[in-house]
């Protein structure tokens, strides 16, 4: 079975750094996708970043590009979120999500397993 479990969210001020960690048991780092999405109350979930775990090709929400970074470390079978220069519109719950193959960072359903988030809070 899937577990996911994110950690290394909290309160930063703006301008600050955080990186984000998934700890992925269960899962097959062949041909399928991993993903960041962030959500906050009343909004729908929104995709962050995604990586396709096979060829290592990377995608990310407009928001985010040049701030945030997905990677992966299959020998600990983890996938990090490195964000820098965050903002206060950054302020979410952050879920850490595995695919299988057809993953569409656009599309949350798209998304198998999920872990249980970590919140992120700036502050300016």
């Known amino acids: 079975q899937v577990h996911l479990s994110e950690s290394g969210g909290g309160s930063v001020q703006a301008g600050g750094s955080l990186k984000l960690s998934c700890v992925v048991s269960?899962?097959?780092?062949?041909?399928?996708?991993l993903g960041w999405f962030r959500q906050i109350p009343g909004k729908e979930r929104e995709g962050v970043a995604q990586?396709?775990?096979?060829?290592?090709?990377?995608y990310y929400h407009d928001s985010v590009k040049g701030r945030f970074t997905i990677s992966p470390d299959k020998a600990e079978n983890t996938v990090y979120l490195q964000m820098n220069s965050l903002k206060d519109e950054d302020t979410a719950m952050y879920y850490c999500?595995?695919?299988?193959?057809?993953?569409?960072?656009?599309?949350?359903?798209?998304?198998?397993?999920w872990g249980q988030g970590t919140q992120v809070t700036v502050s300016s």
């Open positions: 999500a595995a695919g299988l193959e057809h993953c569409l960072l656009d599309l949350a359903q798209t998304f198998t397993y």
């Open positions: 269960g899962y097959s780092w062949s041909s399928n996708c």
């Open positions: 990586m396709f775990t096979g060829d290592g090709r990377t």
